[in-house]
């Protein structure tokens, strides 16, 4: 059996006005995912566990299989992995994003807003050139801070910051004062200083946060950037604490040999935890700017030597974080012309009747709302066609049909072993 996930980040959203109340899944023109849907079935499944809150963390390891209250220690671990850093078993680890928020009065003011997550998609270059400074800056004016945390470069807009000192975030017995941090993506047009780290060392956090808003204040990037009529990095935002985890093997767990391709470090750490293999696909990005045909190449090429593959696309999910539901239709439009169309017609080719038989699951790993530029934890929609999957024949994978077919999955990660195994033997035969 051949297996194939698409994971279309963030792609389900609630009705949008200016679409005369369809969501972007239904404006859409795929016809590749509607023929899979009347293929196949729809549903709904539960990537969010009571307690948690929406983000691709947390509802990917959901998708790969794993339950995040068992194995969830934090985002920011996980995008560690991606870049090889192998933190300590006492340290912790923190998502740091260089942003962009208005203008504001200074301390104690309320005025200032967190006007975009991601700088305005600030490039890589530019973002090494940032961190790079502020590492240097954090050296003269908290050196015996700096001596215990070190600053990494990632991509874009995503880096990594690792305490070393062994202070614990946990907080006092019972929680009481645990960390407490926030999203950027989470507090749109709200703001900022409302949402500063709190708890247990916050204080610590908030010093380092202050000290890169005087650093970035007056940066050549930042200055050429406002020449350009871009958005400037303002601030390095420290979110998304947590320590190293330990995911069984997928294999181990699953029998199955898989691979994934993903511009997004985030997702490359689970799969480096979860022992999966990492295709390096030339040109994927997180945004519109993503090289769709070349991550469907790639893809496919992965079929040859790997029993899964698994793809991870970005760019719905930042269409939605900037309210750009236009791009959010072309975002899904160009997952189903050069991702989908193609997995699907390699699988119904070489893989189908009289072939070894295939499967195909597609699902986000949660909603994202446009109006809100928020994520969501409803449980988002999926369709699984192929091999031993009874057809049901209703084409257009979209929320309000997948809400009424019936079949919801909960817990999430138990769509893994519906997906490989529902209707069929462990190997593979039919039951």
Sequence with gaps: MKYVIVIPDGAADRPISHLNGLTPLEAARAPNLSRLAAMGQQGTVRTTPPGFTAGTDVCCLSLLGYDPAKYHTG???????????????QDWVFRVNLVTTTEDSGPGQDDGMMLDHSAGQITDGEARALIASLVEYWGRTEPDLAQQFSLHAGVSYRNILIDKSQRDYRGSIGGKDRLTTYPPHEIPRKAWRKFLPRGEHSDVLKRLMERSRECFSRHEVNAARREA????ASMAWVWGQGTRPALPMFAERFGVRGCVTTAVDLMAGIVAYAGLDRIAAPGLTSYDDNDYAAQGRYSIAGLERYDLVVVHVKSPDEASHQGDFEGKIAAIESIDAHVIGP??????GRYGVPGPGWRMLVAPDHYTLCETMKHDATPPPFVIAGTGVKAMGRAGMTEAHAEAAGLHVEPGESLMEYFLFGGMKRDGAAA
Aim: aromatic letters at 0%.
């Design 229 to 232: 009529g871009l958005r400037v």
């Design 75 to 89: 985002r920011a671990p996980l995008e560690a992995a991606a870049l090889g850093i192998a933190p300590g078993l």
């Design 343 to 348: 997995m699907l017609a390699e699988l119904q």
